[in-house]
């Protein structure tokens, strides 16, 4: 037989190949037996198309609002308590996992490994209700059953129906420091680890299906990217291995004009820079997760944001430059529970050195501030309504009055030709002329103006605003056509 010329394989040469998409599948996507056979569909149209994918997956939805849930009844004691809660999802992964895979030995195995795996988690949650002290580090444990499960479950349906697929443990490539429960990843680490683990499942045409949001850092010990992390495990994949492409498959058409919950007439977006999705990430739109962008930003990859319930729509494309768009605004995001700080009245306000004090508080609480805004006597601040608020006010008491009002929401509009478009700001106003507004800002971002209103206003604020500046979309950046058909069907 003539030997053609020999393709030099990705784990010899270090490089990954050139088609590979990461395809991360949210909760919703993975939530139960139905949800996980679309999710393999979609997986084997890519490989019918010629790529090669790499799966990030998270937990079942729901599942890791369970799971601290039930670390916070065995911290209190309420061992009964946190055990039901296992032993319902318990029932929740069996039962995914017997409707899934019909062959008798294969679901035998997985069976066995789900219930090796809550008898486990069960161990803990008992140590837990013993000891009564939840720390972050625990915490991490007990939620990483959820990804660590999930994953097994699909590369086991994923096999079943035909894919080659190999369950690969996120935490022995997303390495981290050890900042439980909002780690960071470990750049230099992770590409390697990556390329080590990873390549050499490619050459073999394997699909590796590992766990989002998990990671853990270089001493082995499990750790978290924070809520909502899978995103970001996605786009950290995709950067180590210069991935073609990541897609994020979500329960929504893609990123939409507004939350489509707050407000139904919400709009898909067709494109939209990396830019402007930071920003609507950041700011609350929760359908990506803030850290997603970056990794994709330094390798420029074009992310994807589709629905695994509706494959055929196109979704959202992020990319580096988006098309001009004719309305100013892309998007609006929404940020709540939040907090006011006020610091007042202190003769030393605004004298040099000043802010420093001010901001040296927040550091020393790892507390970010999201606005600030200054006059002669009093400096506002807004930040996370979190657990070390009463200490950061008493801290900031040493310096100043201050007073800290909480249930505030954070309005953001995201759009790039804010600046170059003349009675914005007045337009944006009269829209909401019927709300309080608390504080304003513009200029730290072209792309970005925000508002703080009172939490209860927030959704009376995204409809109104919205109704004002998506009335007549440009159709090369939205959906429109989704929308003419909205209006035809409540006519008929
Ligand atoms: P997943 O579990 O797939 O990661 P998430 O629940 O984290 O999904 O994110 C998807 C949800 O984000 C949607 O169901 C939607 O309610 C919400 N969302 C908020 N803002 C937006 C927006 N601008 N566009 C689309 N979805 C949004
Ligand atoms: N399961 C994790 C969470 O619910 C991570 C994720 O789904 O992105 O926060
Ligand atoms: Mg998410």
Same mark, same amino acid.
């Given at each position: 037989?003539?030997?053609?010329?020999?393709?030099?394989?990705?784990?010899?040469?270090?490089?990954?190949?050139?088609?590979?998409?990461? &395809?991360?599948?949210?909760?919703?996507?993975?939530?139960?037996?139905?949800?996980?056979?679309?999710?393999?569909?979609?997986?084997?149209?890519?490989?019918?198309?010629?790529?090669?994918?790499?799966?990030?997956?998270?937990?079942?939805?729901?599942?890791?609002?369970?799971?601290?849930?039930?670390?916070?009844?065995?911290?209190?004691?309420?061992?009964?308590?946190?055990?039901?809660?296992?032993?319902?999802?318990?029932?929740?992964?069996?039962?995914?996992?017997?409707?899934?895979?019909?062959?008798?030995?294969?679901?035998?195995?997985?069976?066995?490994?789900?219930?090796?795996?809550?008898?486990?988690?069960?161990?803990?949650?008992?140590?837990?209700?013993?000891?009564?002290?939840?720390?972050?580090?625990?915490?991490?444990?007990?939620?990483?059953?959820?990804?660590?499960?999930?994953?097994?479950?699909?590369?086991?349906?994923?096999?079943?129906?035909?894919?080659?697929?190999?369950?690969?443990?996120?935490?022995?490539?997303?390495?981290?420091?050890?900042?439980?429960?909002?780690?960071?990843?470990?750049?230099?680490? /992770?590409?390697?680890?990556?390329?080590?683990?990873?390549?050499?499942?490619?050459?073999?045409?394997?699909?590796?299906?590992?766990?989002?949001? /998990?990671?853990?850092?270089?001493?082995?010990?499990?750790?978290?990217?924070?809520?909502?992390?899978?995103?970001?495990?996605?786009?950290? /994949?995709?950067?180590?291995?210069?991935?073609?492409?990541?897609?994020?498959?979500?329960?929504?058409?893609?990123?939409?004009?507004?939350?489509?919950?707050?407000?139904?007439?919400?709009?898909?977006?067709?494109?939209?820079?990396?830019?402007?999705?930071?920003?609507?990430?950041?700011?609350?739109?929760?359908?990506?997760?803030?850290?997603?962008?970056?990794?994709?930003?330094?390798?420029?990859?074009?992310?994807?944001?589709?629905?695994? #319930?509706?494959?055929?729509?196109?979704?959202? #494309?992020?990319?580096?430059?988006?098309?001009?768009?004719?309305?100013?605004?892309?998007?609006?995001?929404?940020?709540?529970?939040?907090?006011?700080?006020?610091?007042?009245?202190?003769?030393?306000? &605004?004298?040099?050195?000043?802010?420093?004090?001010?901001?040296?508080?927040?550091?020393?609480?790892?507390?970010?501030?999201?606005?600030?805004?200054?006059?002669?006597?009093?400096?506002?601040?807004?930040?996370?309504?979190?657990?070390?608020?009463?200490?950061?006010?008493?801290?900031?008491?040493?310096?100043?009055?201050?007073?800290?009002?909480?249930?505030?929401?954070?309005?953001?509009?995201?759009?790039?030709?804010?600046?170059?478009?003349?009675?914005?700001?007045?337009?944006?106003?009269?829209?909401?002329?019927?709300?309080?507004?608390?504080?304003?800002?513009?200029?730290?971002?072209?792309?970005?103006?925000?508002?703080?209103?009172?939490?209860?206003?927030?959704?009376?604020?995204?409809?109104?605003?919205?109704?004002?500046?998506?009335?007549?979309?440009?159709?090369?950046?939205?959906?429109?056509?989704?929308?003419?058909?909205?209006?035809?069907?409540?006519?008929?």
């Amino acid at each position: 037989m003539p030997s053609g010329p020999r393709h030099a394989r990705s784990s010899e040469n270090g490089k990954a190949p050139m088609n590979l998409v990461v &395809m991360k599948f949210g909760g919703t996507s993975v939530e139960d037996a139905a949800a996980i056979g679309r999710t393999a569909a979609i997986v084997k149209s890519r490989v019918a198309q010629g790529k090669t994918p790499v799966v990030v997956v998270s937990a079942m939805a729901k599942v890791t609002d369970q799971l601290l849930r039930a670390a916070a009844s065995a911290a209190q004691g309420d061992r009964t308590g946190a055990l039901a809660i296992t032993s319902r999802l318990r029932g929740r992964h069996r039962d995914a996992a017997a409707e899934l895979i019909k062959s008798p030995n294969e679901c035998c195995a997985l069976v066995d490994l789900i219930e090796q795996r809550f008898d486990s988690l069960d161990e803990v949650l008992r140590g837990l209700a013993v000891l009564l002290e939840l720390t972050p580090r625990i915490s991490d444990l007990i939620v990483s059953y959820g990804e660590r499960l999930s994953s097994r479950i699909v590369a086991a349906a994923f096999c079943e129906r035909g894919l080659d697929a190999v369950r690969v443990d996120a935490r022995e490539i997303v390495i981290t420091d050890s900042e439980f429960q909002r780690a960071a990843p470990l750049d230099a680490l /992770i590409e390697k680890r990556a390329h080590e683990r990873l390549l050499p499942l490619l050459d073999e045409h394997k699909v590796p299906v590992m766990g989002g949001f /998990i990671a853990s850092n270089e001493s082995g010990v499990t750790t978290t990217l924070g809520r909502g992390g899978s995103d970001f495990t996605g786009a950290l /994949i995709g950067g180590a291995l210069s991935a073609e492409a990541i897609e994020i498959w979500t329960d929504v058409d893609g990123i939409m004009t507004a939350d489509p919950r707050v407000c139904p007439d919400a709009l898909r977006v067709k494109v939209i820079s990396f830019e402007e999705a930071a920003e609507l990430a950041y700011f609350g739109a929760k359908v990506l997760h803030p850290a997603t962008i970056l990794p994709a930003v330094k390798k420029n990859i074009p992310v994807s944001v589709l629905n695994s #319930r509706n494959a055929r729509c196109e979704g959202t #494309r992020i990319i580096s430059l988006a098309p001009h768009c004719r309305s100013p605004f892309k998007s609006i995001a929404v940020k709540k529970k939040l907090s006011i700080i006020d610091i007042v009245a202190s003769p030393m306000l &605004m004298t040099h050195g000043y802010l420093s004090q001010i901001f040296a508080v927040f550091d020393k609480h790892k507390c970010a501030v999201d606005m600030v805004s200054t006059s002669e006597v009093s400096v506002s601040l807004t930040v996370d309504s979190n657990a070390s608020l009463p200490e950061i006010v008493a801290d900031l008491s040493q310096l100043a009055d201050v007073k800290c009002e909480g249930k505030k929401a954070l309005v953001c509009m995201v759009g790039d030709d804010i600046r170059g478009q003349n009675g914005i700001a007045a337009q944006v106003f009269n829209a909401i002329r019927h709300i309080n507004v608390r504080m304003i800002s513009q200029g730290a971002s072209e792309i970005n103006m925000s508002f703080m209103i009172e939490e209860d206003d927030a959704d009376e604020a995204v409809r109104s605003l919205h109704a004002a500046f998506f009335k007549d979309p440009d159709p090369g950046v939205f959906d429109t056509e989704a929308r003419k058909a909205q209006t035809v069907n409540s006519e008929q």
